[in-house]
Nanobody
Framework: QVQLVESGGGLVQAGGSLRLSCVAS????????MGWHRQAPGKQRELVAS???????NYADSVQGRFTISRDNAKRTLYLQMNSLKPEDTAVYYC??????????WGQGTQVTVSS
């Protein structure tokens, strides 16, 4: 089974940007859909964005217009470009296969902290 490792998180001021990366241990070409999820303290994990191999994308209303998901099959990498960050975006971010929910094992994630 392909293992996914997230990176790119950090501490940023409100209005700033970060780009998250999710590198796979093997090919992701056959993975039809992949997504980014996040979990804030005391809250359930939620889907942030997902992308199909066809290029179709899906975003949570709270990040629409600010975040962009993309994938590079040749580099075995899923990305999440996050702009205009808000304090409410603070969470641990995870990548996983699947369109609406994660269908594989969860990794350790990467922490994103947005200060006001």
């Amino acid at each position: 089974q392909v293992q996914l490792v997230e990176s790119g998180g950090g501490l940023v001021q409100a209005g700033g940007s970060l780009r998250l990366s999710c590198v796979a241990s093997g090919s992701i070409s056959s993975i039809i859909a992949m997504g980014w999820h996040r979990q804030a303290p005391g809250k359930q994990r939620e889907l942030v964005a997902s992308i199909r191999s066809s290029g179709w994308t899906n975003y949570a209303d709270s990040v629409q217009g600010r975040f962009t998901i993309s994938r590079d099959n040749a580099k075995r990498t899923l990305y999440l470009q996050m702009n205009s960050l808000k304090p409410e975006d603070t969470a641990v971010y995870y990548c996983n296969s699947g369109w609406s929910y994660g269908t594989g094992p969860w990794g350790q994630g990467t922490q994103v902290t947005v200060s006001s």
